[in-house]
C-alpha cells in the first residue's frame, strides 16, 4: 500500500453536533465507493457541548494503522468559533485540505495555513436552518458537513453518495438527506487573499 493511497481525516466538533455521525456516513459512502473505511470517535467529557473528535481513514487496502490520527489529510471543523485555529489546525499535512462550517467571510489571519493548504467553506448552519433542520433551537449541521466532506475528498459521486444516505435518518429523513444535497452542492474554496485581508 502506498502512502498516497491513505486518507486521514480528523472532524472536530461539539457534542450534539453530530461529528461522530458524520464520519459514521462518510465511513459507509467510501465503502460504497469501493474503499476500505474506518470511523471512531474520541470523547473527553461526554456532554452536550463538550468538545469532540471523530476520525475516519479510507483505503484501497484494508490494511490500515488503528490508532488516533494525528497528522490529518483533511481536518473539518464543525464550529471554528469554539476552538483556537493551532488546535484544529495541529498537525494538518502541508497539502492537506480544511473544512470549515463558515460564510469564508469571517475567517481571520489566525488562522494560518501551509500555502499550499487548501481551504473550503460551507455555511452549514444556514443551510441547516434552510432545510427545517433544527433540534432546541440549533441548526443540526452533521448531514450538510458530511455532503461538503464528500465533495472535498471527491470521496464519491453525488449518486452514490445520495444512495448511502436512505434510510440512515429515522426522523428528518427529507430534511437531511436535501441537507447533505446542499453542502456537497454548495461547498466553495475560500481564496487565501480572501483570509489574509
Not at 485555529?85 to 469564508?104: I, Q, R, V
Not at 473550503?120 to 433544527?134: K, N, P, S, W
Not at 458537513?145 to 448511502?164: C, T
Amino acid at each position: 500500500m502506498s502512502a498516497e493511497d491513505l486518507v486521514e481525516v480528523r472532524v472536530h466538533g461539539r457534542g450534539g453536533q453530530g461529528a461522530v455521525l458524520a464520519v459514521t456516513l462518510a465511513a459507509e459512502v467510501a465503502f460504497r465507493n469501493g474503499y476500505y473505511p474506518q470511523a471512531f470517535p474520541f470523547f473527553g467529557a461526554e456532554r452536550r457541548g463538550a468538545p469532540v473528535a471523530a476520525f475516519l481513514r479510507y483505503s484501497s487496502s484494508p490494511l490500515m494503522p488503528r490508532c488516533r490520527i494525528s497528522e490529518p489529510d483533511c481536518v473539518v471543523v464543525f464550529d471554528p468559533l469554539s476552538l483556537p485555529a493551532e488546535t484544529f489546525l495541529a498537525g494538518l499535512k502541508e497539502n492537506g485540505l480544511l473544512l470549515l462550517n463558515s460564510t469564508g467571510e469571517n475567517l481571520t489571519a489566525e488562522l494560518k495555513t501551509s500555502p499550499e493548504n487548501k481551504v473550503y467553506a460551507v455555511d452549514a448552519a444556514h443551510i441547516a436552518a434552510g432545510c427545517g433542520l433544527i433540534f432546541s433551537g440549533e441548526p443540526l449541521i452533521s448531514s450538510v458537513m458530511l455532503g461538503a466532506l464528500v465533495r472535498v475528498l471527491q470521496l464519491a459521486p453525488q449518486e452514490i453518495f445520495s444512495k448511502a444516505l436512505l434510510g440512515k435518518f429515522p426522523r428528518y429523513e427529507g430534511e437531511n438527506l436535501a441537507g447533505a444535497e446542499r453542502g456537497f452542492l454548495e461547498v466553495k474554496e475560500v481564496l487565501k487573499d480572501a483570509i489574509f485581508r
